[in-house]
């Protein structure tokens, strides 16, 4: 048999796992009395064989790599093939015997104390198995013992993907113990079967109990231009194990630091990365993290990506004839753009052509739409019921659903207040996944309950910021009102900006001075801002304001994204332009 050689760090640190602590015998269960083994060793035809080794090892024997032969018993056969072993304490084990490339392997042997005649055993033609074992994620394979238990055959694999070897063995069924030096990791005791003469390879990798938190594997990272992020996505874990996820960012060859940039840990396989500055390379990587906070020792396989220039190409423009200068407010879905005007809804194709109009006739029709939008596959218009001029007073108010194809669905009263102050400017609505729908008309906030129930409550926001431009975005499940004030030299506007829970009651006030003009939301919470010649973002996680993508300056009032698209409605020009990354 092929006893390999170990590199003397590897034979320390296997030690030690073992716990081997001296040269005795280990787990005969054999008392003080002992005996003669004997036997023949033949080879076909009943051949003696001479000068044929045999070995006695206890049956539950470890071997050693630092103390081989610590617990066997071995003799050499005579001209006749005979050999005998005295001294063998009472138990139960392994017989071996090899010669040249024959051997022969008999398993369970029980020695009374009185000694025992073993019989005869004819060698064949030793077998061999290759096989491989793996550890979680990608740890190297090379930290673990494969133990061949009651004989004196250890090895380890032969490179970091696990491959290894039993070579030279007798046939028969062997039971092997792997244990890898690794902490977290559990022993694992198989039956491997040997054929003689045979050289067989095991069907699958052998894959050791893992007690710790695993490596990730799988990551993945795409730029995505239109919102000037890199969208990160990776193999979930083991959900009994892991509870989350860091995400770690480095420049590409630099080591990845201790803190992530998630500030907690994420629960999805995936993450969404805007904190960037376009035109730079960044490199990721990303560690699991069990139900106490703890992250795994390993990263995962680190990943690339350059970003580049957010720079938008405009695509097309939407003038119809005869559309005069207006706060417009449209809404983008399917590719189709709901275009509200003061008594109707004007749907367009990306083309530019018009396909249908909605809410222009009928007892349903729209008397005065300040706001508009899409939700599934229904269109949501609050439409003031009063003096259809540029600011509306008294008369109520009401909120319209369409179909998508134009077909009435009903509607919902508001109160009369809704209506006083309620322009295009200051009025809009958001549909929550649960059908509450929240809407403002800059003074009075109200949430419509899908049981019919209306909650309302006056703006958070300071008078002064409340009426002009004020508008409601998603931010981390609440809803966000913004309004602005024209207060200060040169047209700046100072904003405000305060996050409302569903129960309409608290808010936290946030300010950022810029040149505003428009607000749309994303699904991530965030809310995106459009200046005279830039789009920025206030993050409804950090409230940070950044620069984004740098668009042609216009006065612009109306902002929505979809699948890459950015839809801007021009106040000046009373156009709307699409633009798509470059």
């Not at 919102?227 to 990776?234: E, I």
């Not at 559309?323 to 590719?335: F, H, K, Q, R």
């Not at 040169?490 to 810029?514: F, V």
Request: with cysteine; glycine share 12%; proline share 5%.
């Amino acid at each position: 048999m092929n006893i390999p050689k170990f590199p003397l760090s590897a034979v320390a640190a296997l030690a030690a796992v073992i716990g081997l602590s001296g040269c005795e015998p280990q787990g005969t269960g054999s008392t003080t009395e002992s005996g003669v083994v004997a036997g023949r060793i033949l080879a076909k035809g009943n051949v003696p064989v001479n000068g044929a080794s045999v070995i006695l090892v206890p049956v539950d024997h470890v071997p050693s790599p630092v103390f081989r032969k610590s617990a066997a018993v071995e003799a050499v056969t005579d001209s006749e093939g005979r050999y005998s072993i005295s001294g063998v304490p009472a138990g139960t084990y392994a017989l071996t015997a090899a010669k040249d490339s024959l051997a022969v392997f008999r398993d369970s042997v029980r020695v009374p104390s009185a000694g025992l005649d073993a019989g005869a055993d004819t060698l064949l033609r030793a077998g061999s198995l290759e096989g491989r074992v793996v550890l979680a994620a990608g740890e190297d394979s090379r930290t673990v013992l494969i133990l061949v238990m009651g004989t004196n055959v250890f090895t380890v694999p032969r490179d970091s993907a696990g491959g290894f070897g039993l070579d030279g063995m007798g046939a028969g069924e062997y039971r092997v113990r792997f244990l890898s030096t690794l902490k977290d990791y559990r022993p694992l005791d198989t039956v491997l079967s040997i054929r003689a003469g045979g050289r067989d390879t095991l069907s699958g990798p052998v894959l050791l109990p893992f007690l710790g938190i695993a490596k990730v594997t799988g990551l993945t990272a795409v730029w995505d231009a239109s919102m000037v992020a890199v969208n990160l996505a990776w193999a979930a874990g083991d959900s009994a194990r892991v509870s989350g996820y860091n995400v770690y960012r480095a420049a590409p060859g630099a080591p990845f630091g201790t803190l992530p940039i998630n500030p907690a840990p994420i629960v999805r396989a995936a993450y969404r990365d805007s904190l960037l500055e376009p035109g730079k390379a960044y490199a990721y990587a990303v560690k699991a993290v069990d139900k106490n906070g703890n992250a795994g020792p390993l990263f995962s396989a680190s990943i690339s990506v350059q970003t580049t220039k957010g720079e938008f190409t405009l695509v097309s423009t939407l003038k119809p004839e005869g559309v005069s200068a207006d706060v417009t407010p449209l809404a983008v879905s399917g590719g189709d753009i709901f275009w509200l005007r003061s008594d109707r809804i004007d749907v367009y194709d990306t083309s530019g052509s018009m396909v249908r109009t909605i809410g222009d006739s009928g007892p349903e029709a729209i008397r005065y739409g300040v706001a508009i939008r899409v939700f599934g596959d229904t269109v949501y218009v609050i439409d003031v019921l009063g003096d259809p001029g540029s600011r509306p007073k008294g008369g109520g108010a009401r909120i319209r659903k369409f179909t998508k194809d134009g077909q009435a669905a009903g509607g919902i009263d508001l109160s009369a207040t809704f209506a006083e102050g309620a322009t295009r400017a200051a009025a809009d609505l958001r549909v929550a996944a649960d059908g509450t729908i929240f809407a403002t008309n800059g003074y009075t906030l109200f949430a419509l309950r899908p049981g019919g129930k209306i909650d309302s409550a006056d703006s958070p926001l300071d008078p002064g910021f409340r009426n002009l431009f004020a508008k409601l975005e998603p931010s981390g499940g609440k809803m966000m009102i913004m309004g602005s004030y024209r207060q200060l030299p040169g047209n700046l506007r100072k904003t405000q900006s305060a996050l409302i829970g569903g129960d309409l009651k608290g808010g936290i006030p946030a300010n950022a001075d810029y040149f505003l003009n428009a607000y749309a939301g994303d699904s991530e919470g965030n809310t995106w801002i459009v200046k005279e010649d830039s789009l920025v973002e206030e993050s409804g996680t950090d409230q940070a304001l950044r620069l984004r993508i740098r668009i042609p300056e216009a006065l612009y009032r109306d902002v929505q994204f979809e699948a890459g698209v950015l839809y801007l409605y021009d106040y000046t020009a009373s156009a709307i332009r699409i633009y798509r990354t470059q």
